[in-house]
């Protein structure tokens, strides 16, 4: 039986970037009143969270690393927090949305090009959908992507990924992808940042990509996106300098290559790291090093009823090391189904 292309989530990350590279809001939070007479702004705090385990032990955290008084007490300058992006900050079935984004371009360039409408893998996409896409051959994709979307700048990518963003459609959801992202973890970089927190997105998924959302989703500016990256090059053309995106993989950024980039890009252990597969383990361990306060926190997916219920057996990634890693280092796991109030949000 031929593996699902999706299994692997480096090959998935691989194929996204070549699409991307050759390829061309917020959810709701809730705040306490202020007290009358206090003059000073509302805190925010986390209403979206259930009374539990989960809620108590980011709220204790926090307030023991921004007690001045207290041993665990960490300067504002160092309280950096990190998150992975696909199945953290918002949904990730059925398959990474900056996939589909992939897919979708493949599909618009078949319908474009009669010949190529012939072709697989784009006879399949044409006549199956996203729901074929599970059943091609990787290795008969990559090529295609190269030679079918040719190279473009980062502002026409970054143009096309806004596009199409305000504009595609969840398959299942019928939601806009920028509407798909998790309700209380907004709240929760909202409430770290109101404690002098610096928010890090750490993705697997295409840098650029992320950037076009971030702020607007997750009030996380560009510079503060972290992620897999094509090769570019600089050139003067006639119109003026532009940033010219290429088909080829400069950095993975997943599994042992968060910490590497954390490293390299922001200089600080992180205290607060979060992720929901196998993926994000080294971050979490990397966070959670011994070497003085941090909290890990590794969100799973267990609500078929309002998200989707997956872990170790999911085709969307690998999920037995950090579940396992969770349970023997006491890192907090956020149950979807009963530590959050709501998923999504209102529409």
């Not at 205290?271 to 959670?288: R, V």
Request: glycine share 8%; aromatic share 8%; proline share 5%.
């Amino acid at each position: 039986m031929k593996m699902c292309w999706f299994q692997s989530r480096s090959l998935a990350v691989l194929i996204l970037l070549l699409a991307c590279a050759t390829a061309c809001t917020g959810a709701g939070t809730t705040e306490s009143p202020a007290d009358e007479g206090s003059g000073e702004a509302p805190q925010p705090e986390l209403g979206l969270w259930r009374d539990g385990q989960s809620r108590d032990s980011i709220e204790a955290f926090v307030a023991s690393v921004t007690d001045p008084s207290g041993s665990d007490f960490v300067p504002a300058a160092e309280r950096i927090a990190v998150f992975d992006n696909d199945g953290t900050l918002w949904a990730e079935q059925p398959m990474y949305f900056q996939v589909i984004f992939a897919i979708d371009l493949m599909r618009e360039a078949a319908e474009a090009d009669p010949e190529l409408a012939a072709q697989e893998p784009y006879r399949t996409l044409l006549a199956e959908g996203l729901a074929g896409a599970g059943a091609v051959d990787p290795d008969s994709l990559l090529a295609p992507l190269v030679k079918v979307h040719g190279g473009t700048t980062a502002a026409v990518f970054r143009e096309t990924a806004a596009n199409w963003i305000a504009s595609a459609r969840h398959p299942s959801l019928d939601r806009a992808y920028n509407q798909l992202t998790y309700a209380p973890m907004v709240e929760l970089l909202e409430y770290l940042r109101a404690h002098d927190f610096e928010t890090w997105i750490v993705s697997g998924g295409g840098v650029e990509f992320i950037r076009v959302i971030s702020e607007d989703a997750y009030g996380i500016p560009p510079q503060q996106v972290i992620g897999s990256r094509v090769a570019t090059a600089f050139e003067v053309t006639e119109s003026g300098p532009v940033i010219n995106r290429l088909a080829e993989i400069e950095f993975i950024d997943d599994g042992p290559g968060k910490p590497v980039a954390i490293n390299n890009i922001i200089g600080r252990r992180p205290i607060i790291a979060g992720g929901n597969s196998d993926g994000d383990l080294q971050m979490l361990q990397y966070a959670d090093d011994g070497t003085g306060p941090a909290l890990a926190i590794y969100v799973h997916h267990d609500d078929a009823e309002r998200e989707w219920a997956y872990d170790r057996d999911s085709a969307i990634g690998k999920f037995d090391l950090g579940l396992d890693e969770a349970a023997a280092r006491g890192w907090t796991v956020v149950s979807m189904r009963d530590d959050w109030t709501t998923i999504f949000g209102e529409r």
